[in-house]
Structure formats: structure tokens, C-alpha cells
């Protein structure tokens, strides 16, 4: 087979991460007798220099036309100081909505090679965990009206976070699939204590809930969760929630792995019949270490084992990608990132080693 993928590298570390994955795909379908057809655009701040704009309209148009997206990461110092509607991060938003990518799923899971670099205590561990966020993408507070005001006290900006019936019904249903092929566990995560927006995301999901009579359900404020995800996130499976506290909690609980470094993700859905899909690592582009080649690459070539997986049903090459991370890593190769002690490997020498393992 002949798959097109999009590839927008964006800024920071972005670029180096994302060559390291379509070496691993090149090599990959090498070993299959498949092709891969790269194609770059421009996003982020690269954009900005390039076109004045952080997504040009080129590169909506060149993602839609493919049969996948892969981005690496957008935004950096240099851009920092840009008005909302210039910032390297609106691309971002820019092309999940232009692609009705509304379901993201962040998984975070503790890697048991890797687990001395959890910042969680053993006995909060204990033999691991395995959680699937599953945020909502395209609505909520980050897609509201927005502005500015003169108020009771004077000069005020405002947000507005709104929800429609629709866009809570779809990711509860996307949500509660993930869960049948999981452990069916399911939490909704909300404020449904003070939001009008969470109470109708809570009525909805309880709703759903009786369509799914296998899928242990339940609800929780999302103050306590931020808690008991350090307390005992084992008792996490998948999470449902909005698109900022989504934000915000994927955050934490990749954090608690102790290896945002191979960390996947993937945001899906689709406008009208058309089903699009981008995948990308959870971190960001680290314009710190932008450059240097000490970047971990694996989360990328982990995003682009999750591409071949769901979207172009290819469980042999994901398979052939991850197992070769997993060796990789028994090997006891380590980039900076998750190297508790000792010698670390530099960002091309670890994507050399994965395609030798391939
Ligand atoms: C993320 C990021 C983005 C978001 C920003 C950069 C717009 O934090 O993907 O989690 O808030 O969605
Ligand atoms: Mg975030």
C-alpha cells in the first residue's frame, strides 16, 4: 500500500523528532513492501517566519488531502511575546478544528523499565498503571467567545466555555468505546458543583451510561481528580472530560510516568464522511534543548506506531515499531530524559538503534 502522511514539524525540538519517526516508518514499510509518501508543511512559529501566519492555508489544505497528519510540536521564546491570534499554539487549535479531530486520546502509562523515574512512591505505584484520557478537542472554553470588556471593575478580558448536547454525546460514545475494548472502567471528570456546562456534560454522560450497562461507571470533580491522580491513579482506567481540564490533567498524569518522553497521542474525528486523524507526541518543543540532539525521539515514533494502528488498520507494522521500542529500552538505551543514572544515548543514536531493532 501507498499511504500519504502530512508532516508538520513545527518549532523546538519538532523538527529532529519527526525525521527520527519517518526513519522509522521508511524502514518499516521497507520491511512490509509498503510506501510512504512524506509531505511538509509549515505550522507553528516556522510558519509565522515563513508567512507571516501560524497556519497557512496551505497547510489545511495539504492535511486534508492526506491519509494521515504527523506534527512534532509548535511554539517557542521567540514567538512569546505574539497577540492570542498570531501565537505559534493557535495553529494548533487551528488545524484540530479545520479537521474535526474533536476526540483526543493521551494515554499514560508507566513504563516498568522506566519506573525509577517516576516521581510517585512505591507503594502508589505498585505494579503500574495504564490510563487513557480521553479529552475532548475542538469545543469547550478554548473555542469560545472571547474578549474584552469594561466591567464592574473597570477593564476585564473574558472566556466562555459552552458545550452542546452533540459534542457531549460524541466523545462519551467515543469514550465508552474505549472503554468496552479496555477494562470497562469508566470516569467523566467535571466541575458539575459550579459549572452549568459540567452539569449538562454530567446529565449526558449518565445518559450514555445506561447504553453501556458493562462499563463500570462514574463521575468525579475535577479538583479530586487532580488529587487522586497522585494519590492512586491505579484506580484510573479511561477518563472522559472537557477540553481544559482535559489540558490540564493530561499533563499530570503523563508527569506521574516519569516519561513524557514516550508519551503518544492521537486526535480523531472527521468533517461530514471524511475521517482525518493527526498523531503527535504528549510533550511539547522544548525550545531548551531545540538543536542539540538530546531530545527523546520515542514519542514520536510512538505516534506514528499509533497511526499505523488506527488509522490504516496496520497492527503488523505498530506491532513491529513498538516491540522494537521495547527493545530498545531492555537494551537499557536511555536519552537524557530517562536516564536515571549514567551514560544517555543522543536523539539520532536512539533512532538509529530502533531502526536496527526494527
Ligand atoms: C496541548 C497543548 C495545547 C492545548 C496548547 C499548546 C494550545 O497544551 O496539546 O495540550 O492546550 O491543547
Ligand atoms: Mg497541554
Known amino acids: 500500500m501507498i499511504?500519504?502522511?502530512?508532516?508538520l514539524k513545527g518549532d523546538g525540538i519538532g523538527p529532529e523528532i519527526v525525521d527520527s519517526a519517518v526513519k522509522v516508518l521508511g524502514k518499516t514499510a521497507e520491511k512490509f513492501g509498503d510506501k510512504f509518501n512524506f509531505t511538509s508543511y509549515l505550522i507553528g512559529g516556522a510558519a509565522i517566519d515563513e508567512t507571516g501566519q501560524p497556519l497557512p492555508k496551505e497547510t489545511v489544505e495539504g492535511c486534508l488531502k492526506s491519509d494521515s497528519v504527523l506534527l512534532g510540536a509548535v511554539g517557542g521564546y521567540k514567538w512569546d511575546n505574539l497577540s492570542g491570534d498570531k501565537r505559534p499554539e493557535k495553529a494548533l487549535l487551528g488545524i484540530r478544528s479545520a479537521l474535526g479531530l474533536y476526540t483526543n486520546l493521551r494515554p499514560a502509562k508507566l513504563y516498568p523499565a522506566l519506573r525509577s523515574a517516576s516521581?510517585?512512591?512505591?507503594?502508589?505505584?505498585g505494579d503500574g498503571f495504564d490510563i487513557m484520557i480521553v479529552r475532548e478537542l475542538t469545543g469547550g472554553i478554548y473555542f469560545g467567545d472571547r474578549g474584552y470588556n469594561d466591567g464592574k471593575f473597570g477593564r476585564e478580558a473574558f472566556d466562555t466555555e459552552r458545550y452542546s448536547i452533540m459534542e457531549i454525546e460524541r466523545i462519551g460514545k467515543a469514550?465508552?468505546?474505549i472503554a468496552m475494548k479496555r477494562n470497562k472502567k469508566l470516569c467523566s471528570i467535571d466541575k458539575a458543583n459550579v459549572l452549568e456546562t459540567s452539569r449538562l456534560w454530567r446529565k449526558i454522560m449518565h445518559e450514555l451510561s445506561e447504553q453501556y450497562p458493562e462499563v463500570e461507571y462514574s463521575?468525579?470533580?475535577v479538583d479530586n481528580a487532580a488529587m487522586q491522580l497522585v494519590r492512586n491513579p491505579r484506580q484510573f482506567d479511561v477518563i472522559v472530560t472537557s477540553n481544559m481540564f482535559g489540558d490540564i490533567l493530561s499533563d499530570e498524569a503523563s508527569q506521574i510516568t516519569g516519561s513524557i518522553g514516550m508519551l503518544a497521542?492521537?486526535?480523531?474525528?472527521?468533517v461530514g464522511d471524511n475521517k482525518y486523524s493527526l498523531y503527535e507526541p504528549i510533550h511539547g518543543?522544548?525550545?531548551d534543548i531545540a538543536g542539540k540532539d538530546i531530545a527523546n525521539p520515542i514519542a514520536t515514533i510512538l505516534s506514528a506506531a499509533m497511526m499505523m494502528r488506527y488509522s490504516f488498520?496496520?497492527?503488523d507494522m505498530a506491532e513491529c515499531i513498538e516491540n522494537a521500542v521495547d527493545k530498545v529500552l531492555e537494551k537499557g538505551y536511555r536519552t537524557a530524559d530517562i536516564c536515571a543514572d549514567g551514560e544517555y544515548i543522543k536523539c539520532s543514536e536512539m533512532t538509529e538503534r530502533i531502526v536496527e531493532l526494527l
Open 3 to 7: 499511504y500519504n502522511i502530512a508532516l
Open 119 to 125: 516521581p510517585l512512591k512505591d507503594e502508589i505505584v
Open 175 to 177: 469514550a465508552f468505546e
Open 219 to 221: 463521575d468525579m470533580f
Open 265 to 270: 497521542s492521537s486526535s480523531l474525528g472527521g
Open 285 to 287: 518543543s522544548a525550545p
Open 313 to 315: 488498520d496496520r497492527a
